[in-house]
């Protein structure tokens, strides 16, 4: 065969980089060995820029002719990667190269396994996940439409991730999220907003942060939401309103020990029920709904899957079901 001809009778792949995030040669050589492995043709590349973070080189990767992509970069690569694919029936591939990783995260993929994501990304199954859509209107009266993969949030969360130190996020990666939550709490108000979820009556409530789930893990063995699934077609609220420092430490308690490790054991799923019938003022409360609108007494900050993108006084937050296909390992069981 002509190497300077397509070849049109295999299947071909696309990796869609953020130069920033990765090391190039390290890379080709993973997907060009594992490609080789398992039989498919050239993979093609493209690198993102900040005027094209993934979304347009990856619909331009599709007119290509690519049936799987590779997205190699942080959150925000994965994020815009995946928003082009969304219902397109063209698998994602993750090669986790950011501080979060949070996709990855909560599909249990490899996060430093250069190798083995991409086998995963040639050689493994299909897995349909839903992805959230967050509809928002500014403090000007525009509209906007965002998708994300793991969750989105108004409030505090979104000022932390505006504040997060980029060179302390290179440096140490998840851990500035907690030095900008801990500049940020001083400061902290909580604020009124209104939620109806779907089918039931409108609420009015003040908090500090209400967070919109898709899933819900995060770095550092947090559990903000430990009954979220990937693809059950609904959206976990966590709505968080802690009085004070106290508050926010019993906050912490929860993700670090009630939500992780109590629930692993039978004892522990005790002593959280009993807790749970305790009388006193909830930190954090739990729904779940296929859409939820907010309504902001005053402007706030959203961020989606950890990027903070301005100021709204309105959202209806839902789930598209199934939307996206992601690839897992063959022997993953479904969830």
């Given at each position: 065969?002509?190497?300077?001809?397509?070849?049109?009778?295999?299947?071909?792949?696309?990796?869609?980089?953020?130069?920033v995030?990765?090391?190039?040669?390290?890379?080709?050589?993973?997907?060009?060995?594992?490609?080789?492995?398992?039989?498919?043709?050239?993979?093609?590349?493209?690198?993102?820029?900040?005027?094209?973070?993934?979304?347009?080189?990856?619909?331009?990767?599709?007119?290509?002719?690519?049936?799987?992509?590779?997205?190699?970069?942080?959150?925000?690569?994965?994020?815009?990667?995946?928003d082009?694919?969304?219902?397109?029936?063209?698998?994602?591939?993750?090669?986790?190269?950011?501080?979060?990783?949070?996709?990855?995260?909560?599909?249990?993929?490899?996060?430093?396994?250069l190798?083995?994501?991409?086998?995963?990304?040639?050689?493994?199954?299909?897995?349909?996940?839903?992805?959230?859509?967050?509809?928002?209107?500014?403090?000007?009266?525009?509209?906007?439409?965002?998708?994300f993969?793991?969750?989105?949030?108004?409030?505090?969360?979104?000022?932390?991730?505006a504040?997060?130190?980029?060179?302390?996020?290179?440096?140490?990666?998840?851990?500035?999220?907690?030095?900008?939550?801990?500049?940020?709490?001083?400061?902290?108000?909580?604020?009124?907003?209104?939620?109806?979820?779907?089918?039931?009556?409108?609420?009015?409530?003040s908090?500090?942060?209400?967070?919109?789930?898709?899933?819900?893990?995060?770095?550092?063995?947090?559990?903000?939401?430990?009954?979220?699934?990937?693809?059950?077609g609904?959206?976990?609220?966590?709505?968080?309103?802690?009085?004070?420092?106290?508050?926010?430490?019993?906050?912490?308690?929860?993700?670090?020990?009630?939500?992780?490790?109590?629930?692993?054991?039978?004892?522990?799923?005790?002593?959280?029920?009993?807790?749970?019938?305790?009388?006193?003022?909830?930190?954090?409360?739990?729904?779940?709904?296929?859409?939820?609108?907010?309504?902001?007494?005053?402007?706030?900050?959203?961020?989606?899957?950890?990027?903070?993108?301005?100021?709204?006084?309105?959202?209806?937050?839902?789930?598209?079901p199934?939307?996206?296909?992601?690839?897992v390992?063959?022997?993953?069981?479904?969830?």
């Amino acid at each position: 065969m002509n190497p300077l001809r397509p070849d049109h009778s295999r299947p071909r792949a696309a990796v869609v980089y953020n130069p920033v995030k990765v090391k190039l040669p390290e890379l080709k050589a993973a997907i060009n060995t594992a490609a080789e492995n398992e039989g498919w043709a050239r993979t093609l590349w493209y690198e993102t820029s900040e005027a094209d973070p993934g979304g347009g080189i990856t619909r331009t990767a599709l007119a290509d002719g690519a049936s799987l992509v590779f997205a190699a970069g942080g959150d925000g690569t994965v994020r815009a990667v995946a928003d082009a694919l969304r219902g397109t029936e063209v698998p994602l591939a993750l090669i986790p190269s950011g501080t979060g990783n949070l996709l990855a995260r909560n599909l249990s993929l490899p996060l430093s396994d250069l190798d083995t994501a991409a086998h995963i990304g040639f050689a493994g199954r299909s897995r349909p996940i839903d992805m959230g859509i967050m509809n928002v209107v500014d403090e000007k009266g525009r509209g906007s439409e965002h998708s994300f993969l793991v969750m989105a949030g108004i409030g505090l969360d979104a000022t932390v991730m505006a504040n997060t130190n980029p060179a302390l996020k290179k440096a140490v990666g998840w851990l500035a999220y907690v030095d900008a939550g801990m500049r940020a709490l001083p400061n902290a108000h909580p604020f009124r907003l209104r939620y109806q979820l779907a089918g039931r009556s409108e609420h009015s409530v003040s908090v500090s942060t209400i967070l919109f789930g898709n899933c819900g893990s995060l770095p550092g063995g947090l559990e903000l939401m430990p009954d979220a699934a990937i693809d059950d077609g609904q959206l976990d609220l966590a709505v968080l309103q802690p009085a004070g420092l106290f508050g926010w430490l019993k906050v912490w308690r929860k993700l670090r020990w009630e939500n992780g490790s109590l629930r692993k054991s039978r004892i522990g799923q005790r002593i959280i029920t009993v807790t749970r019938g305790r009388k006193g003022t909830k930190t954090i409360s739990y729904l779940r709904t296929a859409e939820v609108n907010v309504r902001l007494d005053e402007p706030q900050s959203f961020e989606i899957d950890g990027d903070e993108l301005g100021r709204i006084v309105s959202a209806r937050v839902g789930t598209e079901p199934s939307t996206l296909l992601v690839r897992v390992p063959l022997a993953e069981l479904a969830s």
